[in-house]
């Protein structure tokens, strides 16, 4: 989206990513763990299709105030399945009309998506900088921000399975 763009994996103490790309950064002694620092760390999450997990992902970090941007085109829990939470899936005020249906219309140019997501996610209001953390997860979150050395807005992406691979054309 700009110029030092860094992008980490989350996963759970001992575990690896195996994509290649990116650092992975350990959180979280298991899967339930690191699912609930995941939901503390960012300001702004995006999601790509998904299941149960993504719509979990999605319903945690909306509940406590961050903003979340589905990716409806996608399908899944993105489109609404899975109990995803229901005010995400309106256009956040701080988006047009025309940027809203580039990440709702399935004939959208995927590129033109791509680009939306990467604006709005620029523009995200530093009110949805906020976190209601238990003291021990604050804890671990701030020492990963302080890992990842940062200081700025956090955006997230949760995703499904189509995510990962590559050749899908899938945004």
């Known amino acids: 989206c700009y110029d030092g763009s860094r992008v980490w994996s989350l996963l759970p103490v001992g575990q690896s990513s195996g994509y290649g790309k990116g650092t992975d950064i350990h959180a979280g002694a298991d899967l339930e763990e690191r699912k609930a620092i995941f939901g503390l760390l960012g300001d702004a ?30 399908g899944g829990a993105s489109s609404g399945m899975f109990d995803f939470p ?5 256009k956040p005020e701080f988006a047009s009309e025309a940027q809203w249906s580039l990440l709702t219309k399935t004939d ?17 209001p530093e009110k949805k900088k906020i976190a209601k953390k238990t003291e021990l997860l604050r804890k ?17 992406i ?3 399975a189509k995510m990962y691979d590559y050749g899908s054309g899938m945004l």
């Open 45 to 74: 999450y995006i999601t790509v299709e998904g299941g149960p997990g993504v719509a979990e992902e999605a319903r945690l970090a909306y509940a406590r105030g961050a903003t979340v941007l589905p990716l409806v085109r996608t």
């Open 86 to 90: 229901p005010a995400a899936l309106q």
């Open 108 to 124: 959208a140019p995927v590129g033109d998506s791509a680009a939306v997501v990467c604006e709005l996610v620029m523009v995200v």
């Open 140 to 156: 671990k979150v701030d020492n990963l921000r302080i890992e990842m050395g940062l200081d700025a807005c956090i955006v997230c």
């Open 158 to 160: 949760l995703g499904g």
